[in-house]
């Protein structure tokens, strides 16, 4: 049974932007973006959960904001300013349980994933 679908991804220019969703069929407390590139590890994007916290990697801070609309139980996450080193396939994540703030972020942290969707940027 799929939890976790997402949609969005798509190919753009540098400097573009892009809107990712993530369908989440069922509650969840802590919610995620990840993405992975070929070639390296899985790292958080976006994080939040329904307490309020929201937190970011590094890499695009300002850049990115995490959102959820609870009426549609869907997951956003709005790319501007996008960069080349953004590609990746981008991977919804969600888990019943609750987490630290740096724990939000963490890949084994997560038990329920989505099928990815790839995001390319040219330069």
Same mark, same amino acid.
């Given at each position: 049974q799929v939890h976790l679908v997402e949609s969005g991804g798509g190919s753009v220019q540098a400097g573009g932007s892009l809107r &990712?969703?993530?369908? &989440?069929? =069922?509650?969840?407390?802590? +919610? %995620?973006?990840?993405? @992975? %590139?070929? *070639?390296?590890?899985?790292? *958080?994007? /976006? /994080? +939040?959960d329904a307490s309020g916290i929201i937190t970011y990697g590094d890499a695009v801070v300002g850049r990115f904001t995490i959102s959820k609309d609870n009426t549609e139980n869907t997951l956003y996450l709005q790319m501007n300013s996008l960069k080349p080193e953004d590609t990746a396939m981008y991977y919804c994540a969600a888990d019943t349980r609750a987490m630290s703030r740096s724990g939000l972020l963490r890949v084994? /942290?997560?038990?329920?994933? *989505? @099928? =990815?969707t790839q995001v390319t940027v040219s330069s």
């Amino acid at each position: 049974q799929v939890h976790l679908v997402e949609s969005g991804g798509g190919s753009v220019q540098a400097g573009g932007s892009l809107r &990712l969703s993530c369908v &989440l069929r =069922g509650y969840y407390y802590s +919610m %995620a973006w990840f993405r @992975q %590139a070929p *070639g390296k590890e899985r790292e *958080g994007v /976006a /994080a +939040m959960d329904a307490s309020g916290i929201i937190t970011y990697g590094d890499a695009v801070v300002g850049r990115f904001t995490i959102s959820k609309d609870n009426t549609e139980n869907t997951l956003y996450l709005q790319m501007n300013s996008l960069k080349p080193e953004d590609t990746a396939m981008y991977y919804c994540a969600a888990d019943t349980r609750a987490m630290s703030r740096s724990g939000l972020l963490r890949v084994i /942290a997560y038990d329920d994933w *989505g @099928q =990815g969707t790839q995001v390319t940027v040219s330069s």
